[in-house]
């Protein structure tokens, strides 16, 4: 089974992209970020033509989650216990920054799409450390109930845990990204159970998955590592390969980031 995430930064925008993507590299399941759409104003046709059945969520231009499938796709769920709010006060709304399903023989894959968290002291970075601590308690209710689950978590974390994982930390200092409190937090899921499938196959310094559109990053090989499949121990048994699709962040009308692939023999 191919599994990939992608922030698409539009999937309006970019469906022609991801129909190319799916079947250039045969992808069974693909994780989708930032949709920045409702369902109903997104058209899926030419996806469910290539043999795909999706499951979206989206409340406004902003955020948004989805999977596609072409391995069953069963058991949508758009939220976890105890994750945030966001404003946290009352009133608060629960974003669309999650989605999952159960595809293939009984792999739940999660499309996550982390807050970004803007500025140290700012609410957000708050309520994004919070966010992320749901995710880890997910995930270990997961493996306490079963040891052999096969869940993944896979998206835009918009958390560079390790120092080669941007191009320039002294760029960074004072920003939020590659925070202690951010690293613990991922690393937080990582120590539940869930490893990067990716990163054996993929080493850094150097390998990023996200380049800004500002100051021409991508040219300059001025990139951030934040897109990731974590993977359950039974999912992390199963992974043959993995690679970072770079050339998805080329040429016009691309995303400013790049799908990460990952293949595994369940």
């Known amino acids: ?24 590299h045969d992808v069974d399941v693909l994780a989708l970020q930032e949709l920045k759409a409702r369902p109903e104003q997104l058209d899926l046709t030419a996806i469910h033509a290539a043999g795909y059945e999706t499951a979206v969520h989206g409340l406004n231009q902003w955020n948004g989650v989805g999977l596609i ?44 799409y982390v807050p970004n968290g803007r500025e140290i002291d700012h609410p957000h970075y708050a309520y994004k450390l919070r966010w992320l601590e749901a995710v880890r308690a997910e995930g270990a209710r997961e493996l306490a109930a079963d040891p052999e689950a096969r869940t993944i978590f896979a998206g835009d974390f918009n958390v ?12 960074f200092e004072g920003r939020t990204h590659v925070t202690a409190p951010e ?41 951030m590592r934040i897109d990731f499949l974590l993977g359950s121990p039974a999912v992390q ?13 080329k040429g016009k009308g ?13």
Do not use: C
């Not at 216990?81 to 629960?94: D, H, K, N, R, S």
């Not at 991922?186 to 150097?206: E, H, K, M, S």
């Not at 691309?254 to 369940?266: F, N, Q, R």
């Open 1 to 24: 089974m191919r599994i990939a995430t992608w922030n698409i930064n539009s999937l309006r925008a970019r469906t022609d992209r991801v129909v190319a993507f799916l079947q250039r």
């Open 69 to 112: 499938s072409r391995v069953g796709l069963q058991d949508v769920r758009v939220a976890m216990e105890a994750v945030p709010t966001w404003p946290e006060e009352e009133g608060g709304v629960l974003e669309a920054r999650m989605l999952s399903g159960v595809v293939g023989d009984g792999l739940r894959v999660w499309s996550l």
């Open 160 to 171: 560079a845990p390790q120092d080669d994982d941007v191009w320039d930390m002294g760029f």
């Open 183 to 223: 690293r613990e937090a991922f690393g937080a899921i990582v120590d539940a159970g869930y490893a990067d499938l990716a990163r054996p196959y993929t080493p850094g310094p150097g390998v990023y998955t996200f380049w800004d559109y500002q100051a021409l990053r991508f040219p300059k090989k001025e990139g």
């Open 237 to 249: 048994r199963a992974v043959t390969d993995a690679r970072i699709d770079r050339d998805e962040r």
């Open 254 to 266: 691309a995303s400013d980031h790049a799908p990460v692939i990952v293949d595994l023999e369940l």
